[in-house]
T-cell receptor, first 113, second 109 residues
Framework: NAGVTQTPKFRVLKTGQSMTLLCAQD?????MYWYRQDPGMGLRLIHY???????AKGEVPDGYNVSRLKKQNFLLGLESAAPSQTSVYFC????????????FGSGTRLTVV | GIQVEQSPPDLILQEGANSTLRCNFS?????LQWFHQNPWGQLINLFY???GTKQNGRLSATTVATERYSLLYISSSQTTDSGVYFC???????????FGKGTKLTVNP
């Protein structure tokens, strides 16, 4: 099925541990994004990429790193997890800037204890 | 940065009722989208509507760009319409899609 796939779907981390969230899309989209969703806050952009090999900071980038080595994959890394990073993480991809049709993954629920 | 405000924050309806959700934004935008997040968390793109009116079944949306607002209409609501509806805007020159905080809709049978 075409779309955006996120792995894992759930994860519990201890404070200070590291992990990588994987986002894969098979629609040949240029643009990819990582958002976090917290209660009452809507979705906030963490990092984004406008093409293979590029990344840029969004609204709330601190504590996260990203890489886009292949066009279809966008990785989000937490080097040293903190309880404030407990959230639901969504990956999205879109076609182009002029008429971006966003497709979201199903989300990763991360709890940092 | 651009601000997006949605109202009402919560809405409870009986099945079959109609509703209007509003999105106000603080600056001119190139792109406005409405999303539905179902109770399982999945975000579905409903409309791409930077201006004008679009309809899809029981849902329709209108954006008046000059007055910086958009409306989402839901007619004959069903329990499956429950969830959170987000408005999100994109300003020219920026890659960011800025989301409002959403309207939580509950449709009771």
């Amino acid at each position: 099925n075409a779309g955006v796939t996120q792995t894992p779907k759930f994860r519990v981390l201890k404070t200070g541990q590291s992990m990588t969230l994987l986002c894969a899309q098979d629609m040949n989209h240029e643009y990819m994004y990582w958002y976090r969703q917290d209660p009452g806050m809507g979705l906030r952009l963490i990092h984004y990429s406008v093409g293979e090999g590029t990344t840029a900071k969004g609204e709330v980038p601190d504590g996260y790193n990203v890489s886009r080595l292949k066009k279809q994959n966008f990785l989000l890394g937490l080097e040293s997890a903190a309880p404030s990073q407990t959230s639901v993480y969504f990956c999205a991809s879109s076609t182009d800037r002029a008429r971006p049709g966003y497709t979201f993954g199903s989300g990763t629920r991360l709890t940092v204890v | 940065g651009i601000q997006v405000e949605q109202s009402p924050p919560d809405l409870i309806l009986q099945e079959g009722a109609n509703s209007t959700l509003r999105c106000n934004f603080s600056d001119s935008v190139n792109n406005l989208q409405w999303f539905h997040q179902n109770p399982w968390g999945q975000l579905i793109n409903l409309f791409y509507i930077p201006s004008g009116t679009k309809q899809n079944g029981r849902l329709s949306a209108t954006t008046v760009a000059t007055e910086r607002y958009s409306l989402l209409y839901i007619s004959s609501s069903q329990t499956t319409d429950s969830g959170v509806y987000f408005c999100a805007v994109h300003k020219g020159g920026s890659e960011k899609l800025v989301f409002g905080k959403g309207t939580k809709l509950t449709v009771n049978p």
